[in-house]
C-alpha cells in the first residue's frame, strides 16, 4: 500500500552575501509509492510550489523527504527548483528530532539553497504553523 500527505512551512531566508531577511514559503505533497519500501529506507518523494520573496517567485520543486523522527531522529527535505534568474538551485534543510524538546524540533527546519556548483547561496529558517495541523493530518491518505 502507498500513502501521500501535504505539508507547509514557512519563514525566512537570507543571502549568505548579506542582505535583510526575506519571506519562504514551501508547499509539499509527499509520496511514497509503497509502504514496504518507505519502512526499509523511510523516503518519500515530494513535488509541490516554492514561494522565495525576491529569488524564486512561485516555482514547482521535485525532491525527496526523508522521515525517520524515531530510529534516525530526523527529518530531511531536499529538493530542486529553478529560481527566477532560470538558474538550478537546491534545497538542503534537517529537523533533529529530540523527545525532550519534540514540539520544537518537529517544527523548526533549519536549511540552505545552493547553486549548481554546491555554493550556500542563502540560509533559510521555516517553521510547521501549529494551526496548520489539523489539515496536516488529514492530508495523510492511502492510495
Avoid at 523516503?43 to 525517520?68: H, S, Y
Wanted: hydrophobic residues 40%; contains cysteine; glycine residues 10%.
Amino acid at each position: 500500500m502507498a500513502f501521500h500527505f501535504s505539508e507547509t512551512m514557512s519563514g525566512t531566508w537570507r543571502p549568505v552575501a548579506g542582505g535583510a531577511e526575506k519571506p519562504i514559503e514551501f508547499s509539499i505533497t509527499a509520496r511514497a509509492g509503497s509502504s514496504m519500501k518507505y519502512l526499509r529506507d523511510r523516503k518519500t518523494g515530494l513535488e509541490g510550489r516554492l514561494r522565495m520573496e525576491g529569488f524564486a517567485a512561485d516555482v514547482p520543486i521535485e525532491g525527496e523527504l526523508i522521515v525517520d523522527p524515531l530510529i534516525g531522529k530526523r527529518i530531511r527535505y531536499t529538493f530542486e527548483f529553478v529560481a527566477d534568474d532560470g538558474k538550478r538551485y537546491k534545497f538542503d534543510g534537517q529537523k533533529d528530532v529530540k523527545f525532550t524538546d519534540l514540539a520544537r524540533t518537529m517544527t523548526t527546519l533549519p536549511g540552505a539553497i545552493f547553486d549548481q556548483a554546491g555554493a550556500r547561496v542563502a540560509s533559510c529558517q521555516l517553521r510547521f504553523d501549529s494551526r496548520d495541523l489539523p489539515s496536516f493530518l488529514a492530508s495523510f491518505r492511502p492510495f
